[in-house]
């Protein structure tokens, strides 16, 4: 029996449970290397494709970057990508010349960039049969950001895939959607693609709620 100055639960009000930002503890447990603690057996990190992969290897690197211009030094970044036939390889395994998901960090040292070591995915059709350019999906993860960022990188050199892709193409703007897209170089001999995010500001990369 219901005590006489009790309430029915649906007459209290009760407080919304404090929420935590995700750094900078996050890299203790998921980028154990950035940490300066040791490795597990499995680690999920950022070289998602061995040297057999098929495919053409590439490396992407960047910063991230605040609404003042500065690098953020404790931001993880996960990715999830296609192979190079379009496909996404479902169950991560390590023994796998390539998996479809990865994990990097910036650092506090030197220039403070993230990178992975991959192939360049192929393009991706939608389940309504439209076609998707190649593209890396990417959720950044940082202290101050309550919520994950989700963005994704394009590549420059796929110019006519990229004026098709219907993601692309919903972004109105010419000049935002150039801040999906990831700048080709050469180094050494092996093609890099430079992808910068910025979290706020001049020039903020866009982001998605999906």
């Not at 070591?117 to 950001?145: C, E, Q, S, W, Y």
Request: proline share 6%.
């Amino acid at each position: 029996m219901r005590q006489p100055n009790s309430q029915p639960c649906s007459e209290l009000m009760l407080r919304e449970t404090a929420s935590q930002t995700a750094g900078p503890y996050v890299h203790i447990g998921l980028a154990l290397d950035v940490a300066g603690l040791p490795e597990r057996d499995e680690e999920i990190w950022s070289r998602m494709a061995k040297p057999e992969a098929e495919g053409e290897h590439i490396e992407v690197i960047g910063t991230v970057i605040d609404g003042n211009g500065d690098p953020v030094r404790d931001a993880l970044l996960e990715a999830w990508q296609a192979d190079a036939s379009g496909q996404y390889q479902p169950a991560f395994d390590l023994q796998k010349a390539f998996n479809s998901f990865g994990r990097t960090a910036t650092t506090a040292e030197g220039n403070s960039e993230w990178s992975l070591t991959t192939i360049k995915p192929g393009p991706v059709a939608r389940g309504d049969g439209k076609v998707m350019a190649p593209h890396i999906n990417l959720a950044v993860f940082a202290r101050g950001i309550n919520i994950h960022l989700q963005t994704r990188l394009y590549f420059e050199d796929e110019v006519e895939a990229n004026a098709a892709c219907p993601v692309l193409g919903a972004i109105e703007s010419p000049t935002r959607r150039q801040t999906l897209i990831a700048k080709r170089e050469e180094v050494d001999g092996k093609v890099r693609y430079r992808f910068d995010i910025r979290l706020q500001g001049e020039g903020e990369t866009v982001f998605f709620d999906f």
